[in-house]
Each structure stands twice: as structure tokens, then as C-alpha cells.
């Protein structure tokens, strides 16, 4: 063998200088486990067909009362709970109060009726982080327990006027004394402004542009506004801002 002449190991060499590992494609991610909860088996069915049809989504059980839903809920962890209000031995209400007590609390999507307008603000403080109409398209439907699973919060338009209609007949304190600083403590005037428009039902981008700030300061406030208030979402955001005077029907 010449002097200086390479050894060669035998071994193939590979021009592909990243690692194998590297190539293994990642999994695909784990689909939103969902329990359905409403007393009619028919519309139990229909959803449960519809979910069933989503490659992301599983249902993993069924429950016809709210005591039902609250052991489901306890024996699968699911992400979603799909919540009907009017349900025998334990409404979905006092359900969804049991769930979200939980510190990893699965996420709750109520389903209504338009004649369920009283209780709108309640289910919502009680800690639901959806409340949609049962005639919308199944779509939305998909669409609103995705958002909801994603740590995001999704009210149907017609349930927010009820809310808004809700709080101004409710005779809150706060509005009539003006702001109650007392539930604001430790916000800034520039978290009170973006809290406001979120109150208002404005996104990200929408108070972006209403304060002359990007979009991502304005997300930062919002983020700063759930740790400073305990909110576990918009929704709850948009409560306290009514609870705290920040805004009104009127305004």
C-alpha cells in the first residue's frame, strides 16, 4: 500500500450527513379525546356520528346525565366535554362546575337551545370555555370543540348578545359605581385598555389595531391579563371586564 494512500474500512459511507434519527418522520399527533353528554339519544347519536367522521377527533364515551358526565369525565380524562344544559339528576351547569374544579380540568363546550338565555352566564361562570347553539352546522360544531381543545374560547355570536343582554339586567354593583379596582388589582392602564376590547369581543389583531400596537404585544397583554386575573380563557376574561365595570351594553 502507498504512503498516504486512504484506508478504506470496508464500511458503505453515506453522502447524507444527518443522522438517521433525524430522518424518522414524526408521529402524527394524538387525536382530541371527546365524552358527549345530553340526555337525547338522538342528538348523541348525530354528533357521535359527525366526530366519528374527523380523522383528529374520537369520541370516548357517552353520558345522558350530568352525574354520568362528571364520572366520564373522571374515568377518561378526555379533553372535551360536549355538555347539553338540561339533563335529569345533575344539569350540565353543576356538571361543568364539578369538571373545571379539576387543575387540569377537561375543557367544557356547552350546547344549547335559544330558549336557554338565563343560562348563559351561569354555565359560563361555572367554567364552560364554549357555549354554541345546537342548530348550527355540524362543521362549526367540529370547528368550536378544536378551538376549545386548543386552550382557546368560542361563544356563537347569538349567545354572545344574550350574554351582553344578561349583564344589562343584571344589576351589577360594579357598573354602578363605576370601575371596581378592587378585581383589578395589579393590571396595568395598558392591560385595562386591551381588556376592555376583549370585552368588547375584539381578537388579537382587532385590538392590535385598535391601540396602534402589533399583534403580538397585543397576545402579550392578553397572556399577562390571564395570569394577573386567574383567567383560564377568554371567556372568563370577558366576564370580568363586565364584573369589573370595564364594560357595558351601553358602551
Known amino acids: 500500500m502507498t504512503s498516504g494512500e486512504p484506508v478504506s474500512s470496508g464500511e ?37 356520528v359527525l366526530i366519528n367522521d374527523a380523522p383528529d377527533i374520537d369520541v370516548v ?36 362546575r364539578r369538571i373545571s374544579e379539576s387543575a387540569d380540568a377537561t375543557r367544557v363546550v356547552m350546547l344549547t337551545t335559544f330558549d336557554d338565555d338565563e343560562y348563559v352566564y351561569s354555565a359560563l361562570r361555572a367554567g364552560a370555555s364554549g357555549f354554541l347553539v345546537k342548530d348550527m352546522a355540524l362543521d362549526s360544531i367540529l370547528d368550536a370543540v378544536r378551538v376549545v381543545a386548543s386552550g382557546d374560547a368560542l361563544i356563537a355570536p347569538s349567545v354572545t348578545r344574550k350574554l351582553i343582554a344578561e349583564f344589562a339586567v343584571r344589576p351589577e354593583p360594579a357598573r354602578a359605581r363605576g370601575v371596581d379596582d378592587a378585581l383589578l388589582t395589579g393590571v396595568t392602564e395598558r392591560e385595562r385598555e386591551v381588556l376592555t376590547l376583549v370585552g368588547r369581543g375584539m381578537s388579537n389583531s382587532e385590538i392590535a389595531a385598535e391601540l396602534f400596537i402589533s399583534a403580538a404585544t397585543a397576545k402579550a397583554h392578553v397572556a399577562r391579563l390571564f395570569t394577573k386575573l386567574g383567567a383560564r380563557d377568554r371567556v372568563q376574561l370577558v366576564i370580568t371586564a363586565y364584573e369589573a365595570g370595564l364594560v357595558s351594553p351601553s358602551r
Do not use: F, N, Y
Open 61 to 96: 364515551g357517552e353520558a345522558g346525565t350530568g352525574a354520568e358526565a362528571v364520572r366520564l369525565v373522571a374515568e377518561h380524562r378526555p379533553d372535551v366535554a360536549v355538555m347539553d344544559i338540561r339533563m335529569p339528576e345533575m344539569d350540565g351547569i353543576e356538571a361543568t
Open 12 to 48: 458503505p459511507v453515506s453522502s447524507d450527513p444527518t443522522p438517521a434519527s433525524a430522518q424518522t418522520p414524526e408521529p402524527a399527533p394524538a387525536p382530541i379525546r371527546v365524552i358527549l353528554a345530553d340526555d337525547q339519544p338522538l342528538i348523541r347519536s348525530g354528533l357521535r
